[in-house]
T-cell receptor, first 111, second 115 residues
């Protein structure tokens, strides 16, 4: 079935280093969302991207949606220990369709 | 106030038992979901209800039966529990009818362990 692939599965960084997670779909997506799940917690919505080539920023986080609407990335500048958690992308094939989650990227940050 | 609340938070039970997980949302949303998160943290949708009507039913064993008594509640009943059912189950809700691409709000999860 339709899959949304996310890499890497794990990323260990030193505090202050940058971090990027990538999401790829074999099919064009209608839109893509990003969620963060802290250890022991539940997924929390971060942002949604809808337009081709869209770039959105939230403080140190930068989200991009590819021109073909098949890939997306989340980049964190100068990671902090509070960034620890698993980041998920979730795409929709069509408006109102179900969210298909990527496998998640687990970020750990060494102080 | 918790927006999407699930009970219980932890559930340990023996193989073969039947158990239920309850979910309630006070956001006024019209759509509710059950997701299963396995040990590798993969999140997979199981069911979706819109205004008490089942709209998504993924390939889930029929030992799993969702029930939505009203649009604020979506419970999950599991019969004849198996070891492989051990996972974290998340309930979520969204206002999908008015805003088809809106985000999902997740409950805190129920960690089910079958022994």
């Amino acid at each position: 079935g339709q899959q949304v692939m996310q890499i890497p599965q794990y990323q260990h960084v030193q505090e202050g280093e940058d971090f990027t997670t990538y999401c790829n779909s074999s099919t064009t997506l209608s839109n893509i969302q990003w969620y963060k799940q802290r250890p022991g917690g539940h997924p929390v919505f971060l942002i949604q991207l809808v337009k081709s080539g869209e770039v959105k920023k939230q403080k140190r986080l930068t989200f991009q949606f590819g021109e073909a609407k098949k890939n997306s990335s989340l980049h964190i500048t100068a990671t902090q220990t509070t960034d620890v958690g698993t980041y998920f992308c979730a795409g929709r094939l069509n408006q109102g369709g179900k969210l298909i989650f990527g496998q998640g990227t687990e970020l750990s940050v060494k102080p | 106030d918790t927006a999407v609340s699930q009970t219980p938070k932890y559930l340990v039970t023996q193989m073969g038992n039947d158990k239920s997980i309850k979910c309630e949302q006070n956001l006024g949303h019209d759509t509710m979901y059950w997701y299963k998160q396995d040990s590798k943290k993969f999140l997979k949708i199981m069911f979706s209800y819109n205004n008490k009507e089942l709209i998504i039913n993924e390939t889930v064993p029929n030992r799993f039966s969702p029930k939505s008594p009203d649009k604020a509640h979506l419970n999950l009943h599991i019969n004849s529990l198996e070891l492989g059912d051990s996972a974290v189950y998340f309930c979520a809700s969204s206002q999908a009818s008015r805003r088809p691409n809106t985000e999902a709000f997740f409950g805190q999860g129920t960690r089910l362990t079958v022994v």
